[in-house]
């Protein structure tokens, strides 16, 4: 079946341009994840969706960084003014029910953000 | 804890011998946790789980075992493949939050 979809799979861009990751979860699920990949290095939380409401922010690094849903799918990662120390991959990921329910989370292939 | 700014710790593994991962976590009242393994260019995979009331769950050639007194997870590879290559997080649930472990990269040895 379908999984975690991503896009684009690798961005390049220059610095001080605005960019936007997609992620397309797995149909039904209600939470959604976005977390920060730098390179050899672990998972860095970003955000979650529990429908197309975010009750936890607290891993935004800054103002530049923003998020949405809509429709309880689809969620856009959007970097302002990107600089280099932005550059990772960035990992999307769904479950079927709320954060903290023993549920696993499916992840998507990510998108690798290179900026120049 | 957060895996952030630190690099992965690396564990060498002869072919064929048992590995084993290890990882401390943080919160006690955690009461799921999971192992995912991560490989090049790709998203974390789910391995196995284990809940609270449980001290060793078995899998396919993976045991993951919970000892709740230290907060340690253990995941136990049998018979270390070329394919085990890979990096491992555990996670830990609780609070209503999940929280990623550092990860482990293990490297399979010829």
């Known amino acids: 079946g379908a999984g975690v979809s991503q896009s684009p799979s690798n961005k390049v861009t220059e610095k001080g341009k605005d960019v936007e990751l997609r992620c397309d979860p797995i149909?039904?699920?209600?939470?959604l994840y976005w977390y920060r990949q730098s390179l050899g290095q672990g998972l860095e939380f970003l955000i979650y969706f529990q429908g197309n409401s975010a009750p936890d922010k607290s891993g935004l690094p800054s103002d530049r960084f923003s998020a949405e849903r809509t429709g309880g799918s689809v969620s856009t990662l959007t970097i302002q003014r990107t600089q280099q120390e932005d550059s990772a991959v960035y990992l999307c990921a769904s479950s079927r029910n709320q954060q903290g329910s023993e549920e696993k989370l499916f992840f998507g292939s990510g998108t690798q953000l290179s900026v120049l | 804890g957060e895996s952030v700014g630190l690099h992965l710790p690396t564990l060498s593994v002869q072919e064929g011998d048992n590995s084993i991962i290890n990882c401390a976590y943080s919160?006690?009242?955690?009461?799921?946790f999971i192992w995912y393994k991560q490989e090049s260019g790709k998203g974390p995979q789910f391995i196995i789980d284990?809940?609270?009331?449980?001290d060793k769950r078995q899998g396919q050639r993976v045991t993951v075992l919970l000892n709740k007194t230290v907060k340690h997870l253990s995941l136990q590879i049998a018979a270390t493949q070329p394919g085990d290559s890979a990096v491992y997080f555990c996670?830990?649930?609780?609070?209503?939050?999940?929280?990623f472990g550092k990860g482990t990269r293990l490297h399979i040895l010829p």
């Open positions: 284990i809940r609270s009331n449980m």
């Open positions: 996670a830990e649930t609780g609070d209503d939050k999940i929280i």
């Open positions: 919160n006690s009242a955690s009461d799921y």
């Open positions: 149909s039904g699920h209600t939470a």
